[in-house]
Nanobody, 120 residues
C-alpha cells in the first residue's frame, strides 16, 4: 500500500505564499502521475496541477502564473508553490498519485488534505 501525507497548509493573507508538500510512503514500486486538487466549501473538488514522472506539468487556468508544481522523484515528493494567493484559493488541498506497489498494478491514491485559508 502507498500512503500520501500533505503538509504546509495554513492561514495566509491575500498576496501571500505557501509551499505545500506531499510525501508518498509505503511499499512503492513506481509512481507515475502526481498532482494537487482542491475543494472549497460547498464546491466540487477541482484539479489544480499535475506533473508526470518526467516533469511535464499541467495546471488550471485559475492558477497559471501563480502556482508552480514540482517533484522530487528520489524523495517520492511533490510540491505546490502557491504565490499571490487570493481569497478564492481558500480550500482543502489534496495530493493525488497513481502509484504501484507491484509492477503494472497502479492504483489512484489520495492524501488526507491540508487546509489553506486566505484571509486578511
Amino acid at each position: 500500500q502507498v500512503q500520501l501525507v500533505e503538509s504546509g497548509g495554513g492561514l495566509v493573507q491575500p498576496g501571500g505564499s505557501l509551499r505545500l508538500s506531499c510525501v508518498a510512503s509505503g511499499s512503492i514500486f513506481s509512481i507515475t502521475l502526481m498532482g494537487w486538487y482542491r475543494q472549497a466549501p460547498g464546491k466540487e473538488r477541482e484539479l489544480v496541477a499535475t506533473i508526470t514522472s518526467g516533469g511535464s506539468t499541467n495546471s488550471a487556468d485559475s492558477v497559471k502564473g501563480r502556482f508552480t508544481i514540482s517533484r522530487d522523484n528520489a524523495k517520492n515528493t511533490v510540491y505546490l508553490q502557491t504565490n499571490n494567493l487570493k481569497p478564492d484559493d481558500t480550500a482543502v488541498y489534496y495530493c493525488n498519485a497513481y502509484a504501484a506497489s507491484h509492477p503494472g498494478r497502479y492504483l489512484e491514491v489520495w492524501g488526507q488534505g491540508t487546509l489553506v485559508t486566505v484571509s486578511s
